[in-house]
């Protein structure tokens, strides 16, 4: 809650013309609450209106079952580290995903 405007505004802010992916690096991230979901949904429709894509790096057990309750992985890739997130690795191949 304390920063998820202004990580919402650095994600905004990263998606300049004719950049196409832009990775929300969420790997020391332990909590998200409904701030943060907003900041990402309002991420990705910018992302979505310049044709350019969010991805999460998003290694945290914790957190991913927070995005997955709040459905956020129907709506963006997440990955379970950077690295794969860096690679665009299927995110569904990643045996960490909770189902």
Partial sequence: ??????????LRSA????????????TTTVFCDSSGIRSLLLAHDHAAA?????????PSRHL??????????????IYPSLATALTGESPESSTWRLI
């Fill in 50 to 58: 310049r044709d350019a894509q969010l991805r999460l790096a998003a």
């Fill in 1 to 10: 809650m304390a920063n998820a405007e202004d990580v919402g505004d650095q």
């Fill in 64 to 77: 991913l079952q927070i995005l997955q309750l709040m459905g956020l992985d129907r709506l963006l890739p």
């Fill in 15 to 26: 998606l300049t013309p004719g950049v196409t992916i832009v990775i929300a690096d969420m």
